[in-house]
């Protein structure tokens, strides 16, 4: 399967622990974005990566919120102090320089936070 | 502010009937417009896209109409078949803007047998 792959699928954790999310993007794919999806609403844009390098961030990324791309590879989101407004899926896209705006997702990550 | 559009929350069809969604956007900047589909606990799945150049794009049983001076978009899935029940999200993309995807709310279809 050469497709975009998150782990882990589900975590539950307790309020103000810290968690981190991975991503892996298609291969062939230099862009890489992530997405928070509450219910009943469509997938909102946090943050994406072109290569290693962060190029946009929304106001919805607090600065309890950090992503990084070191090799321009797999990314990681990381929530610190988590609250249980944070309680999400998190999703992971992934794009080509020469179609960008045509992102293919993963799984995504279920969050729980009690 | 909702800046893409689904009025309708959910929608339900005959299979082998069409089903048609819509999808309404205020931000005249954007000029790239994609379908998805959902299904529970997993990721939202592309399925058709359209630029603002064009008026139509078909693939398949799906087509999707662009109306750019009523700002207006719809999919058509004909025929629908039950496999078809997903939830489908609308989403737009200013190209020379930000990279970000908009979506609405999303549009539950059932299809039924």
């Known amino acids: 399967d050469t497709g975009v792959s998150q782990d882990p699928r589900h975590k539950i954790t307790k309020r103000g622990q810290n968690v981190t999310f991975r991503c892996d993007p298609i291969?062939?794919?230099?862009?890489l974005y992530w997405y928070r999806q509450t219910l009943g609403q469509g997938p909102e844009f946090l943050t994406y990566?072109?290569?290693?390098?962060?190029?946009?961030k929304s106001r919805l990324l607090s600065d309890r919120f950090s992503a990084e791309r070191p090799k321009g590879s797999f990314s990681t989101l990381e929530i610190q102090r988590t609250e249980q407004g944070d309680s999400a899926m998190y999703l992971c896209?992934?794009?080509?320089?020469?179609?960008?705006?045509?992102?293919?997702f993963g799984p995504g990550t279920r969050l729980t936070v009690t | 502010d909702q800046q893409v559009k689904q009025n309708s929350p959910s929608l339900s069809v005959q299979e082998g009937r069409i089903s048609i969604l819509n999808c309404d956007y205020t931000?005249?900047?954007?000029?790239?417009f994609l379908w998805y589909k959902k299904y529970p606990a997993e990721g939202p799945t592309f399925l058709i896209s359209?630029?603002?150049?064009?008026d139509k794009n078909e693939d398949g049983r799906f087509t999707v109409f662009l109306n750019k001076s009523a700002k207006h978009l719809s999919l058509h899935i004909v025929p629908s078949q039950p496999g078809d029940s997903a939830v489908y999200f609308c989403?737009?993309?200013?190209?020379?803007?930000?990279?970000?995807?908009?979506f609405g709310k999303g549009t539950k279809l059932t299809v039924n047998p």
């Open positions: 291969s062939e794919h230099n862009r």
């Open positions: 896209a992934s794009s080509s320089r020469q179609a960008f705006y045509e992102q293919y």
């Open positions: 989403a737009a993309s200013a190209i020379g803007g930000s990279e970000k995807l908009v």
């Open positions: 931000n005249s900047m954007f000029d790239y």
């Open positions: 990566f072109q290569n290693e390098a962060q190029l946009e």
């Open positions: 359209i630029s603002s150049i064009k």
